[in-house]
């Protein structure tokens, strides 16, 4: 699959008369909200691990150096926190333009911190799209996000914008924190339990 997903989006879900549509983000989507919503709310998903996994040729990075962003990758028990937002469908138009580097959209089920459930979507990079790095010890993770920059900023500043974010929702993500601890030339804690 081509790294430009915006065509293939448009063309998977009919929003038709649909008011609105929980949004689920877990990465950059949690920080930059740049886009209208009519509620927000901190929420997990269950099955899906965050991974610094994909790689970013148009906002963090370059063709030649590209930076790495996060996706979600299928874990059997795994839980992701990040946040959901209730948006028009409209909105839609301008999300796919946002992540249409490899990202494509797809259906989950949400829990939010009262125990109740919402059923939403989420973007997600697949293994199949072209800009997809794959996995990487996370001291070399560290070292590409140093070395990398593009249009919408650094590549630190994704990685420490998003660790920041996940300590303020009270998420335990040992991947973004241990790749946090090398970049900021730190020795990583010991994890018992990934
Ligand atoms: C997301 O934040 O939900 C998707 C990945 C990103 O845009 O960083």
């Known amino acids: 699959m081509t790294a430009n997903t915006i065509d293939h989006n448009r063309a998977r879900y009919n929003f038709e008369g649909i008011e609105s549509v929980w949004l689920f983000g877990y990465g950059?989507?949690?920080?930059?909200?740049?886009?209208?919503?009519l509620e927000q709310r901190p929420a997990t998903i269950r099955g899906w691990a965050r991974r610094?996994?994909?790689?970013?040729h148009d906002h963090r990075g370059t063709p030649e150096a590209p930076g790495r962003v996060v996706?979600?990758?299928?874990?059997?028990?795994?839980?992701?926190?990040?946040?959901a937002y209730r948006v028009s469908p409209n909105v839609f138009e301008y999300l796919d333009v946002r992540e249409k580097n490899g990202y494509l959209r797809f259906s989950t089920t949400m829990t939010f911190d009262d125990g109740s459930h919402a059923e939403g979507l989420v973007y997600i990079a697949t293994e199949d799209n072209e800009a997809f790095l794959g996995e990487a010890p996370e001291a070399d993770i560290a070292a590409q996000i140093a070395a990398a920059a593009g249009p919408s900023g650094p590549n630190s500043e994704y990685l420490l914008r998003l660790a920041e974010s996940l300590r303020a929702l009270g998420d335990d993500c040992v991947h973004t924190f241990a790749i946090e601890t090398h970049l900021l030339g730190n020795e990583p804690v010991a994890v018992k339990d990934r």
């Open 71 to 83: 996706t979600l990758i299928e874990q059997p028990g795994a839980r992701c926190k990040g946040m």
């Open 28 to 37: 950059s989507l949690i920080y930059k909200v740049d886009f209208p919503f």
């Open 52 to 56: 610094f996994w994909q790689g970013s």
